[in-house]
Every structure is written in C-alpha cells, then in structure tokens.
C-alpha cells in the first residue's frame, strides 16, 4: 500500500529553522502535486505550501519568504524548509501527495500522519 511517511518534526525556539521531509513508498505509477498543511486543535487543516510536478510551487501567505518547498522526484520526496519560525507556526504538519497508483487511472490525494513543530521559547 501507499505510504507517506513525514520527518523532522520537534522543538524549535522562535527564529530557528526546521527541516520537514515527507516520502512516498508503496505501488506508485506517478505522483502529481505534492504539499505540506498544518492543524492547530479545533481548526481546518490549512494548506502551506503546494508543488506540482512540473515544479512550480504555491505558498500560503503566512508562508511566503520563511518556508521554501522542494521535491526530489526520484526519492519520491517532498522537502519544507522552514525558516524564521514563530509561535504562530506551532501545528501538526500534514504531507499530502496526489498519487497514482499500480493498476488504477486516477490519482488519489493521500496524507501522512502528520509531525508536530513547537515553536517556543
């Protein structure tokens, strides 16, 4: 089955850097666009940043300037940097790929787990 598997997750102080790495495993044919989306507790999950396979990126707002995503398609992997982090960043962290897998035609947005960023001091 398909996997999202994310790393790289923890505690940082405010304006530290994190790294986010999301990997997909499993009978994959081709992956589509793949993101990063956040949730605080009560609230929607919110997207962060989005990259197609063609490479070009989307950011939210809050994003724009502090976080960076990249994708090594051969690795099958999502990449977010994240820099200048601030307390308003603090949320579970959700990879997101749009995949198609063996024997199907369409392709399906699967999740990862999600890893939880601290940002405090």
């Known amino acids: 089955q398909v996997q999202l598997v994310e790393s790289g997750g923890g505690l940082v102080q405010p304006g530290g850097s994190l790294r986010l790495s999301c990997a997909a495993s499993?009978?994959?044919?081709?992956?589509?666009?793949m993101g990063w989306y956040r949730q605080t507790p009560g609230n929607q999950r919110d997207l962060v940043a989005t990259?197609?396979?063609?490479?070009?990126?989307n950011y939210a707002d809050s994003s724009k300037g502090r976080f960076t995503i990249s994708k090594d398609n051969a690795k099958k992997t999502v990449y977010l940097q994240m820099n200048s982090l601030k307390p308003e960043d603090t949320a579970v962290y959700y990879c997101?790929?749009?995949?198609?897998?063996?024997?199907?035609?369409?392709?399906?947005?699967?999740w990862g787990q999600g890893t939880q960023i601290t940002v405090s001091s």
């Open positions: 499993g009978p994959i044919v081709s992956i589509n666009t």
């Open positions: 990259i197609t396979s063609g490479g070009s990126s």
């Open positions: 997101s790929a749009d995949v198609r897998m063996s024997g199907t035609y369409a392709y399906r947005t699967m």
